[in-house]
T-cell receptor
């Protein structure tokens, strides 16, 4: 069975500082990987996805992620965060048409 | 184009009551899903459907039933609500077609359900 581990449940960060959210997945899953963001009291929105090709994936709002097959990781990064990036972030993997989510990482950006 | 919509947005039930959550999508997607979101557990798949008239169990199906009588709608039913079903419920849909497009899901805004 597939599994996704998000290594940090809470990440506090100062405005304009960089942030990295860590995600590891089990090697038995198909390598279709996603990061979703959930702003307070809203549904999930796709940030970026890795399906194939270049291992560095760029998404919306200045986020990017790198797929590392040997380390079975898909870490999300942003070089300079804004207050508006305060949200919960979910890493997810798919097998066939079913998504398996990590537990989520709450990012709190402080001025 | 409204995307994925969910009705209602909020609901409070007493233990033992029943209710139906409605999900509608206007993107002509083949696949539809129901998830529940609980703190510290991410989203867990309850049931899903790969097309009109089909349904299948997900990770946590007990206590829920679903129906997909029309392609655009996916209903989630609770026959006898329990406090353990207090959660935020999300519906999602995804298109059929090539393997890449099958795997991206589009989410509704969620329904917050409290069972007392």
């Amino acid at each position: 069975a597939q599994s996704v581990t998000q290594l940090d449940s809470q990440v506090p960060v100062f405005e304009e500082a960089p942030v990295e959210l860590r995600c590891n997945y089990s090697s038995s899953v198909s390598v279709y990987l996603f990061w979703y963001v959930q702003y307070p009291n809203q549904g999930l929105q796709l940030l970026l996805k890795y399906l194939s090709g270049s291992t560095l994936v760029k998404g919306i709002n200045g986020f990017e992620a790198e797929f590392n097959k040997s380390q079975t990781s898909f870490h999300l990064r942003k070089p300079s965060v804004h207050i508006s990036d305060t949200a919960e972030y979910f890493c997810a993997v798919t097998k066939d048409y079913k998504l398996s989510f990590g537990a989520g990482t709450t990012v709190t950006v402080r001025a | 184009n409204a995307g994925v919509t969910q009705t209602p947005k909020f609901r409070v039930l007493k233990t033992g009551q029943s209710m139906t959550l409605l999900c509608a999508q206007d993107m002509n997607h083949e696949y539809m899903y129901w998830y529940r979101q609980d703190p510290g557990m991410g989203l867990r798949l309850i049931h899903y459907s790969v097309g009109e008239g089909t349904t299948a169990k997900g990770e946590v199906p007990d206590g829920y039933n679903v129906s997909r009588l029309k392609k655009q709608n996916f209903l989630l039913g609770l026959e006898s609500a329990a406090p353990s079903q207090t959660s935020v419920y999300f519906c999602a849909s995804s298109p059929a077609g090539g393997p890449h497009t099958r795997r991206e899901q589009f989410f509704g805004p969620g329904t917050r359900l409290t069972v007392l």
